[in-house]
T-cell receptor, first 115, second 110 residues
Framework: DSGVTQTPKHLITATGQRVTLRCSPRSGDLSVYWYQQSLDQGLQFLIHYYNGEERAKGNILERFSAQQFPDLHSELNLSSLELGDSALYFC??????????????FGPGTRLLVL | QKEVEQDPGPLSVPEGAIVSLNCTYSNSAFQYFMWYRQYSRKGPELLMY????GNKEDGRFTAQVDKSSKYISLFIRDSQPSDSATYLCAMRGSDYKLSFGAGTTVTVRA
């Protein structure tokens, strides 16, 4: 158990709908990352938040948005869903520790199926 | 061309064999190199973490990084059926954005 929690575990919805995925980082971790994992694209970085502020964006669609709240939990919002958005969505939190630098710990993921 | 290339396999070995996995990359800015293990329907779990070139050993696992060749490897000695999983290489520069390989699916036969 990494200490990162994600809800819900599974989500089934229809095209055109909007969903919200939630992530709670490990205690004390200020950084939250979102990733999308699909069969054809592998694990892709979406977005990084640090202590409430957006730090970096990856291959995130304009239909997707995220935020990190004062209690450090984060939400990933996916709107106007398409069939191709079906994937596993992972959240990771991280800590910076000395020479080792930053280590990311992944949550169990949310499996999204768009029908 | 992808930034990180990893043969997806699958790779099947008998119990006790050495598993050899590798990745190549094109971005010279990568400084931190990691290997993650992912069991089916679970989140990736950090196995090994290496900074710059060199070798690192942790129990049955050895990670090697050759920055001059842009090539990293993971070796698993005395493999066990519980090692059956997908192994993902990951790397980053100073910006904390991880780039992953496609993952290699490994099966260790009892």
């Amino acid at each position: 158990d990494s200490g990162v929690t994600q809800t819900p575990k599974h989500l089934i919805t229809a095209t055109g709908q909007r969903v919200t995925l939630r992530c709670s980082p490990r205690s004390g971790d200020l950084s939250v990352y979102w990733y999308q994992q699909s069969l054809d694209q592998g694990l892709q970085f979406l977005i990084h938040y640090y202590n409430g502020e957006e730090r970096a964006k990856g291959n995130i669609l304009e239909r997707f948005s995220a935020q990190q709240f004062p209690d450090l939990h984060s939400e990933l919002n996916l709107s106007s869903l398409e069939l191709g958005d079906s994937a596993l969505y992972f959240c990771a939190s991280s800590v910076v520790s000395g020479r080792r630098g930053e280590t990311q710990y992944f949550g169990p993921g949310t499996r999204l199926l768009v029908l | 061309q992808k930034e990180v290339e990893q043969d997806p396999g699958p790779l099947s070995v008998p119990e006790g064999a050495i598993v050899s996995l590798n990745c190549t990359y094109s971005n010279s800015a990568f400084q931190y190199f990691m290997w993650y293990r992912q069991y089916s329907r679970k989140g990736p779990e950090l196995l090994m973490y290496t900074y710059s070139s060199g070798n690192k050993e942790d129990g049955r696992f050895t990670a090697q990084v050759d920055k001059s060749s842009k090539y990293i490897s993971l070796f698993i000695r005395d493999s066990q059926p519980s090692d059956s999983a997908t192994y993902l290489c990951a790397m980053r520069g100073s910006d904390y954005k991880l780039s992953f390989g496609a993952g290699t699916t490994v099966t260790v036969r009892a």
